[in-house]
Nanobody, 123 residues
Framework: VQLQASGGGSVQPGESLKLSCKASLQSFSNFAVAWFRQAPGKEREFVASISWGGGSTYYRDSVKGRFTISRDNAKNTVSPEMDSLKSEDTAVYFC?????????????????WGQGTLVTVSS
């Protein structure tokens, strides 16, 4: 299983950015997918996840209302739209996946990981 994250960049506070995670695997619709992030000097933290069919999503409190995660199983992609970005959103963002047919988006237990993409929010 390979996960390719892309879409990172440098933006100013209040601007938007859309990341993408492309999975190279068959039966992508059998996997729940999540995004995590790691800021300099800090531990990796959960950001958002989406269930296999996209019917359930879960967000950490600090991004609720600003981030929206969606998926396209036909294209094997999961994309978080990040709006109203803040300096504290600056981090390397990773996508992760786990086989799961649960209707509820999980927040842990992911064991397939992609490389990160850097998001920098600065004025």
């Amino acid at each position: 299983v390979q996960l390719q994250a892309s879409g990172g960049g440098s933006v100013q506070p209040g601007e938007s950015l859309k990341l993408s995670c492309k999975a190279s695997l068959q039966s992508f619709s059998n996997f729940a997918v999540a995004w995590f992030r790691q800021a300099p000097g800090k531990e990796r933290e959960f950001v958002a996840s989406i269930s296999w069919g996209g019917g359930s999503t879960y967000y950490r409190d600090s991004v609720k209302g600003r981030f929206t995660i969606s998926r396209d199983n036909a294209k094997n992609t999961v994309s978080p739209e990040m709006d109203s970005l803040k300096s504290e959103d600056t981090a390397v963002y990773f996508c992760a996946a786990v086989p799961s047919k649960s209707p509820v988006a999980p927040s842990s237990g992911f064991y397939y990981w992609g490389q990160g993409t850097l998001v920098t929010v600065s004025s």
